[in-house]
T-cell receptor, first 116, second 113 residues
Framework: DPKIIQKPKYLVAVTGSEKILICEQY?????MYWYRQSAKKPLEFMFS???????DNQTASSRFQPQSSKKNHLDLQITALKPDDSATYFC???????????????FGSGTRLLVI | GDSVTQTEGQVTVSESKSLIINCTYS????????LFWYVRYPGEGLQLLLK?????QKGSSRGFEATYNKEATSFHLQKASVQESDSAVYYC??????????FGTGTTVSVSP
């Protein structure tokens, strides 16, 4: 059974629209993250949350907003979508006992977003 | 800033041959980064393959090895004899300074029978 569930697996959106990417983890972890990977680029860190509080935000655009309604959820709302937002978005979690930098991450299988 | 470089985007190797995937890093804001290799098999999420947090140490898992070379700022991944099941995307990563993982671009390994 997948320990981190990302929904949907694939998503096609129209430029200017808004979408929410879902992430739920069943590992009992207290830290969650979002990463993005565009073609031929590194996996790019976006956000980290620990105990449902934002720890780090490396995303320049306010169009990307994480939402943590429950401890094991970290959804990603993207507004005013642009073609450049097309990428695979990965959610991850860890148990930050010794700090975020020292914890082992578990990743979901990603949501592939295409903006047309 | 801090970064990870993987020079090979794609590697093809025959089964039972050796494999080396290069990884170098720059950690200007982190004195002693933790170093990782993650692997993504088709249709799955990234999985931790191995990690090393002490310079000079070697990590190993599933026949893969990587040594934390602080002088060369490298963390190359090696396997002596690959199998078809090793076909996957391999990501080198670092962390430290309280920050989340920083990844390289990934190397797609295709093992041919």
């Amino acid at each position: 059974d997948p320990k981190i569930i990302q929904k949907p697996k694939y998503l096609v959106a129209v430029t200017g629209s808004e979408k929410i990417l879902i992430c739920e983890q069943y590992l009992g972890h207290n830290a969650m993250y979002w990463y993005r990977q565009s073609a031929k680029k590194p996996l790019e860190f976006m956000f980290s949350y620990s105990y449902q509080k934002l720890m780090d935000n490396q995303t320049a655009s306010s169009r990307f907003q994480p939402q943590s309604s429950k401890k094991n959820h970290l959804d990603l709302q993207i507004t005013a979508l642009k073609p450049d937002d097309s990428a695979t978005y990965f959610c991850a979690s860890s148990q930050p006992t010794g700090g975020i930098a020292n914890s082992d991450y578990t990743f979901g299988s990603g949501t592939r977003l295409l903006v047309i | 800033g801090d970064s990870v470089t993987q020079t090979e985007g794609q590697v093809t190797v025959s089964e039972s041959k050796s494999l080396i995937i290069n990884c170098t890093y720059s950690a200007t804001s982190i004195g002693y980064p933790n170093l990782f290799w993650y692997v993504r098999y088709p249709g799955e999420g990234l999985q931790l393959l191995l990690k090393v947090i002490t310079a000079g140490q070697k990590g190993s898992s599933r026949g893969f090895e990587a040594t934390y070379n602080k002088e060369a700022t490298s963390f190359h991944l090696q396997k002596a004899s690959v199998q078809e099941s090793d076909s996957a995307v391999y990501y080198c990563a670092l962390s430290g300074g309280g920050r989340a993982l920083i990844f390289g671009t990934g190397t797609t390994v295709s093992v041919s029978p």
